[in-house]
C-alpha cells in the first residue's frame, strides 16, 4: 500500500525551471520503482522518466533537461525540470509500483493526484 502526494507545479516563462515533489508514504519506499508520467490536452499519457535500482530511464524529449531524485530520509521523490518549452505544458503524475515492468508498460499500480505545470513562451 503507497499513497503518493505531488506538489510543486506552477507556472513558468520558457527557459525557466520548476521542482515537482512527491512524497511517498509505506513500508517498502526503498522497493518500489518510481517513474514521472505528463499528460497534454489532447494527447496521450506518456512516461518521461522512470528511475529503480538497475538505473534511470528518460524520455527523449526530456533527455538532459529534466533530473529525477530521491531524498529518502523525507520519503520524497523529485523531478527538477530545466530550460523548460512550451511543449512541456501538461499535467504531470508520479507514479510507483514493485515491477518495474508495470511502470514501462504505463500501467502503474499506484498514481499521485497529479499537478499542473505551464509553461509560457
Known amino acids: 500500500q503507497v499513497q503518493l502526494v505531488e506538489s510543486g507545479g506552477g507556472s513558468v516563462q520558457a527557459g525557466g525551471s520548476l521542482r515537482l515533489s512527491c512524497a511517498v508514504s509505506g513500508d517498502t519506499y526503498n522497493s518500489y520503482y518510481m517513474g514521472w508520467f505528463r499528460q497534454a490536452p489532447g494527447k496521450e499519457r506518456e512516461a518521461v522518466v522512470i528511475?529503480?535500482?538497475?538505473?534511470?530511464w528518460y524520455s527523449d524529449s526530456v533527455k538532459g533537461r529534466y533530473t529525477v531524485s530521491q531524498d529518502s530520509a523525507k520519503n520524497m521523490w523529485y523531478l527538477q525540470m530545466n530550460s523548460l518549452e512550451p511543449e512541456d505544458t501538461a499535467m504531470y503524475y508520479c507514479a510507483a509500483d514493485d515491477i518495474s515492468a508495470n511502470l514501462i508498460i504505463g500501467r502503474p499500480k499506484y498514481w499521485g493526484q497529479g499537478t499542473q505545470v505551464t509553461v509560457s513562451s
Open positions: 528511475t529503480g535500482s538497475t538505473g534511470t
